[in-house]
């Protein structure tokens, strides 16, 4: 008997069309499932579908069976079983201390005192976690937020554990950390895993079943590396599959789709692409942008939160040039959002200087450094929005979805807090965008979405610097920094610490790094994106 049966799941939420459409799929105990699909797809909530308590409200036809039983008429006891982790571990924190977070649910469940302080010693050994045991919440890094609230989850003994986007905050050894950590729950303790992601570099290769979802249609379901290589370069999820599985669909000969960085080595080689790859193209690459002007100057920035902490700014210095992109990576924690709330004028640092367009940022009075200067997109999209709906929140700065340069209006009469989380960021950054900044500042603007969407974003970035815009943006995705940004930064301790144009930058990084170029740096470490390997086989670069 199957863990989940899906029969023909169909919902809508009140006053709009299908989310989930006829879809049908079987998950057996022990299955590690990675549900994907573009922004929208009705991925999360497929997924609360799947866990009684958080089933939205709204029409819903078929059926969801756990263990032969139907969903709905799980008693308390046995929906516990269905253990669900957030994409932001923010929205799951209900308690200040780490250890209170992981006995919580067990305090609810009405454990004894002995139960709790045994679990609580072996989930805390297990994880690596117990020195955090006496923290408060609020101080630790998102991918320890992420693990205490996975923690918290296992403490009550579940079957399965559903996670939505779980890594989407985290940066890419965070983030691989953590999946590592679900990938040893699947293998070392029998747990069912079923998550959704948007990057899938790191994903796939830990699951055996991969379901892909469009428009509220599950249109591939299976092994992991037959479905993915079905995936034709001509469907929306192509662009999301990992560079090994795109580097698949290059080679005429066909084989087992490589699913990892390891496989897509030997596939390379195997199939002759590296020999195809190679040329001299020494001296050949040029700066995205000539511009010699500085829009943004930041010089020995050092700023703390409070007196007993370590600075969050340590002498920070960048400079960024008038009509270009600059990209900050940097490990969670390490001081990236900060500085863009020192530049936004959001925090004071107690030393060291911002210059934006070669004027000091305390001569800037009033409203002046966001009047056409200045805008920013927060980390939490939420925090941008006040209005009741999403037309009205366009209204409130001025704009609609004629000059939006990407589709909304469908979603116009919807609360924003109701949106899908790419949504929601796709949103907040048409609202910031209305304010018509000479300097933007963006706090991971692709958390949440697809890739065509990230693309959508790119091209829109693009044509905002070649109308004159700076853009300075911090993110976890090196596939998108590969793709958009003119230069990237690396961020460590509260400080810069290397400055370079893309190639460069991560053509010498090891885990920063570009998919495709884990692959192909040891034939041309130049190449950093499937398009760089798509241009080298077809004659460009």
Known sequence: MALFEVKNLSFSYPGSGKITDCVSFEIEQGDFVILCGPTGSGKTTLLRLLKPELEPKGELTGEVLYKGQNLRELDASESVKIGFVNQSADHQTVTDKVWHEIVFGMENLRYTQSQMSRRLAEISGYFGISRLFDKNISELSGGMKQTVALAGVLAMDPEVIILDEPTSQLDPVAAGEFLASLKKLNDEQGITIIITEHR?????????????????????FGAVSQTAAQIRPDEIMFEAMPGSVKLFSL????????????????????????????????????????????????????????????????????????????????????????LLYAVSGLITPYSGKVEIFGKNIKKYSGQSLHDNCVAMLPQNAQSVFVKSTLRDELAEVGADFDIIPYDLGYAAETHPYDLSGGEMQLAALAKVLAAKPRLLLLDEPTKGLDARAKRIVCDVLTQLKNRGVTI?????????????????????????????????????????TTCINKIVSDTDPRLITFDDVKNRLGGED
């Open 200 to 220: 899938l570099e790191n994903v796939i290769p830990l699951g055996n079943k991969l379901g892909i979802l469009e428009n509220g249609r599950l249109t591939h």
């Open 472 to 512: 300075l943006a911090v993110t976890h995705d090196t596939e998108f920094a590969a793709m958009c940004a003119d230069r990237a930064a690396m961020f460590f301790r509260g400080a810069v610490i290397a400055v370079d144009e893309p190639r460069g930058f991560f053509s010498q990084n090891i885990f920063y």
């Open 251 to 338: 080679a005429p000969n066909g084989g087992e789709c490589p699913l990892n960085v390891k496989q897509g080595k030997r596939f390379l080689r195997e199939s002759g692409l590296d020999k195809r790859l190679i040329r001299d193209t020494a001296g050949s690459e040029k700066s995205k942008n000539e511009s010699t002007g500085t829009a943004l100057k930041i010089k020995d920035l050092c700023f703390r939160y409070s007196k007993d902490e370590p600075d969050a700014l340590h002498f920070a210095s960048l400079e960024v040039k008038k009509g270009e992109i600059m990209c900050v990576l940097g490990e969670n924690g390490s001081g990236k959002s900060t």
